[in-house]
């Protein structure tokens, strides 16, 4: 059960270790994927690889309990990265509100449309962002120039509302 609130945050650097050590686990021990550090580089330099996007923690007691972000790929955005410790997920968890601040991210910017990976066993991921509006398409339609890892993944896209006065989309 969880025992203190939550604060999400803009994550500007110099906890990456923390944040790695975070996602490593919630990948290994929730989904049960050994993906290694050194296969997930943003990892490695979190505020240089989101520098044309945007990363975000939860906070709770001065510990990083989730995290989530958004690469730019042109008028699109690549989803990445959300993890939460079990003890702060549920329908007031971390996940919703860090989501939420992705999502304001990317319409503030005006991105068409907002892609995401997500391996195939994660169902309770898929389902987390079907009942968001994602739906799965082919890794075709993937913004040219993001490196997709070559994994059993889904991919799925949410198409963003136009804003008025905005691009057409």
Same mark, same amino acid.
């Given at each position: 059960?969880r025992?203190a609130?939550?604060?999400?945050i803009?994550?500007?650097?110099?906890?990456?270790?923390?944040?790695?050590?975070?996602?490593?686990?919630?990948?290994r021990?929730?989904? +049960?994927?050994?993906v290694?550090?050194e296969e997930? &580089?943003?990892l490695?330099?979190?505020?240089?690889?989101?520098?044309?996007? +945007?990363?975000?923690?939860?906070?709770?007691? +001065?510990?990083?309990?989730?995290?989530?972000?958004?690469m730019?790929?042109?008028?699109?955005?690549v989803?990445k990265?959300?993890?939460?410790?079990?003890?702060?997920?549920?329908?007031?968890?971390?996940?919703?509100?860090?989501?939420?601040?992705?999502?304001?991210?990317?319409?503030a910017?005006?991105?068409?449309?907002?892609?995401?990976?997500?391996?195939?066993?994660?169902?309770?991921?898929?389902?987390?962002?079907?009942?968001?509006?994602?739906?799965?398409?082919?890794?075709?339609?993937?913004?040219?120039?993001?490196?997709?890892?070559?994994?059993?993944?889904l991919?799925?896209?949410?198409?963003?509302?136009?804003? &008025?006065?905005?691009?057409?989309?």
């Open positions: 059960m025992e609130a939550f604060e999400i803009d994550y500007a650097g110099g906890r990456d270790p923390e944040v790695a050590a975070l996602i490593l686990s919630v990948q021990d929730d989904v +049960g994927l050994f290694p550090v997930q &580089p943003e490695l330099d979190i505020a240089g690889a989101y520098r044309d996007g +945007g990363f975000w923690v939860a906070m709770a007691s +001065g510990e990083i309990v989730g995290t989530i972000g958004m730019r790929y042109g008028s699109s955005g989803l990265k959300l993890f939460v410790r079990r003890d702060y997920r549920g329908p007031d968890g971390a996940a919703h509100g860090l989501y939420d601040r992705a999502i304001a991210w990317a319409e910017r005006g991105l068409a449309a907002i892609f995401l990976d997500t391996p195939a066993v994660a169902t309770r991921s898929h389902a987390f962002y079907r009942r968001r509006g994602f739906c799965v398409v082919d890794r075709a339609e993937l913004p040219r120039g993001y490196d997709f890892p070559d994994r059993d993944s991919i799925f896209k949410l198409d963003m509302p136009a804003r &008025p006065g905005g691009p057409g989309r």
